[in-house]
């Protein structure tokens, strides 16, 4: 059960309640071209009838960038999803997979509202938070409808979203100070309920209803009238036809980060000056769909292992420095020549996709939730594989700094 979130990350911090008279006009500001990403972390228990089913990790990590602006404030903002899951691990010194992928469009109001999406099943939680019109003091509350959307094609066989509206309070409940910035803290629970058990809502399926609750701990920065992060515990139930019945219960938390577009030729052009003045050979840089890639050719590891070898190294340590400059996700795409068999292929390129991963994390270039690895296998050659030079620039490992 994926339980797609908007942001945020848990932080230790002092919370001091704010005695101020003045309120605050909450609202998102949105500019056009603005560019943030936003990776959450779900830990989630599932149930069926009462047992534990599975203990799961998700990882949804979403870009957005705002391309129009109205008068009115409310803008149109294009939204990249990716979310990986892993079931049952302990991930703490491991990099994470790059997963299920899917863009979306929406227009969200200054006010927090979203409409218009043009995908049903996405964002799953809608309208989170909205604000009033009006200037909110600390203690104060207010109401705002939402939306739960959930994806149950595959668990109800069902060929649509599920919708479920409810009414949300919030509450500003005061200031708290984190790295010399002042946010403020609104609290928000609200509970949804659904009866299908007479088909009213949804017909053909055995899905026969549905319940929980959301509590979320929002910290909002005013400066850039925007979520700074935010903390939450949820659970939802389903139920079908046959009574047997689903319970999907956890945590989350994520952050947002801003960060700017690299994917264009001026930043190429000084990424190549970059490797040109650390005298790096067999690398190039381009521009693709993800972002701005750095393509490590023929990099050396021991025999068929993910092993770097010394020189490799020193040359990575060289690619940090340059990463450095850039706050941007990482993604590192492991390829290999067309050797071996396809299975053989797909795992080590997966595995050295995570070494070279593990290694910029273990130099403080990047933390675990902010650098992904995939493996393609011999999948998008680069030269030919009738050749040893061919196969040499086929065994590589790439660097996308992703927008």
């Known amino acids: ?58 990882i949804n990590r979403t870009s957005t960038t705002v391309e129009e602006v109205d008068k009115d404030g409310s803008a149109l903002i294009h939204t990249h999803y990716m979310t990986t899951q892993n079931t049952l691990i302990n991930r703490s010194e491991e990099t994470l997979s790059w997963g299920e992928e899917n863009d979306v469009r929406i227009h969200r109001k200054a006010s927090g509202e979203l409409y218009d999406s043009t995908n049903e099943y996405l964002p799953t939680v809608r309208n989170i938070p909205s604000f009033p019109d009006y200037e909110v003091k600390v203690g104060e509350s207010w109401e705002k409808e939402g939306l739960e959307v959930h994806d149950l094609r595959e668990l109800f066989s069902m060929d649509q979203a599920i919708q479920i509206p409810f009414t949300a309070p919030y509450t500003y409940s005061g200031d708290t100070e984190l790295n010399g910035n002042t946010l403020q803290i609104i609290d928000v629970y609200y509970e949804f309920f659904q009866d299908n058990s007479t088909g009213a809502y949804y017909k053909n399926t055995s899905y026969a209803g549905s319940s929980g609750y959301a509590k979320q701990k929002i910290f909002w920065d005013s400066k850039k009238n925007d979520i700074d992060h935010y903390d939450e515990e949820f659970q939802i139930k389903l139920v079908d036809f046959y009574g047997n019945v689903f319970l999907f219960r956890g945590l989350s938390k994520g952050q947002v980060t801003e960060y700017k577009s690299v994917n264009n030729e001026e930043t190429r052009k000084k990424l190549e000056k970059s490797v040109k003045k650390y005298k790096l050979d067999n690398i190039s840089v381009k521009q693709s769909d993800k972002g701005l890639t750095i393509s490590l050719e023929n990099i050396q590891f021991e ?11 020193k040359k990575l340590e060289k690619i940090g420095e340059i990463l450095s400059e850039f706050t941007n996700d990482l993604l590192i795409t492991g390829h290999t020549a067309l050797r071996g068999t396809a299975s053989g292929r797909q795992k080590l390129s997966e595995e050295r996709a995570q070494a070279v991963a593990d290694f910029l994390i273990s130099n403080g270039i990047r933390d675990q939730y902010h650098i992904f690895t995939q493996g393609l296998g011999a999948s998008d050659p680069i030269a030919s594989n009738e050749t040893e030079a061919g196969r040499s620039r086929n065994r590589r490992v790439e660097i996308t700094i992703m927008d």
Do not use: W
């Open 1 to 58: 059960m994926k339980k797609l979130l908007l942001t945020s990350t848990i932080l230790s911090i002092f919370i001091i309640h704010a005695f101020s008279q003045e309120g605050i006009l909450f609202h998102f500001k949105h500019n056009k071209g603005d560019a943030v990403s936003h990776v959450s972390t779900v830990e989630e228990e599932a149930y069926l009838n009462g047992r534990l089913n599975n203990h799961t990790q998700f």
């Open 303 to 313: 025999p068929d292992s993910n092993k770097l070898l010394p020189q490799e190294k």
